[in-house]
Nanobody, 127 residues
C-alpha cells in the first residue's frame, strides 16, 4: 500500500501560480504511476495530469495543457503539479492518486484506474 498527502494549496489571484506536492509513503514510490485530479463544488471529479513511473511520460487534460506541469522526484517520493496562469475555473479540491503499474511507460487519465488517493488540497483562484 501507499499513503498520499497533498500540500501547497491556497488562495491565489487569477494569473498567479501555485505548486502542489504529493508526498508518498509505504511501498516503493517508483512502482507507481501518478495522477492529479480535481473536483469543483457541484461537479464531477475530473482528470488534470498524469505521469508514468520514471517521469518520462506525461499527459494533460486539454483545459490545463500549457499552463500546468506534472513532475516527480522518486528520490523524494513526491509528485508535483506546477500550476501557472491560474484561472477562476481552476478552483477545486486537487487530489493525487497512485496505481502500481507493470510497465514503466504506463499512465492513466481514468480515475477508476487508480487504487490510492490522498485527501486533497483546496485551490481557490480569485478573479
Amino acid at each position: 500500500q501507499v499513503q498520499l498527502v497533498e500540500s501547497g494549496g491556497g488562495l491565489v489571484q487569477a494569473g498567479g501560480s501555485l505548486r502542489l506536492s504529493c508526498a508518498a509513503s509505504g511501498r516503493t514510490f517508483s512502482y507507481y504511476a501518478m495522477g492529479w485530479f480535481r473536483q469543483a463544488p457541484g461537479k464531477e471529479r475530473e482528470f488534470v495530469a498524469a505521469i508514468n513511473r520514471n517521469g518520462a511520460n506525461t499527459y494533460y487534460a486539454q483545459s490545463v495543457k500549457g499552463r500546468f506541469t506534472i513532475s516527480r522526484d522518486n528520490a523524494r517520493n513526491t509528485v508535483y503539479l506546477q500550476m501557472n496562469s491560474l484561472e477562476p475555473e481552476d478552483t477545486a479540491v486537487y487530489s493525487c492518486a497512485a496505481v502500481e503499474t507493470r510497465y514503466s511507460g504506463t499512465y492513466y487519465s481514468q480515475s477508476n484506474r487508480y487504487d490510492y488517493w490522498g485527501q486533497g488540497t483546496q485551490v481557490t483562484v480569485s478573479s
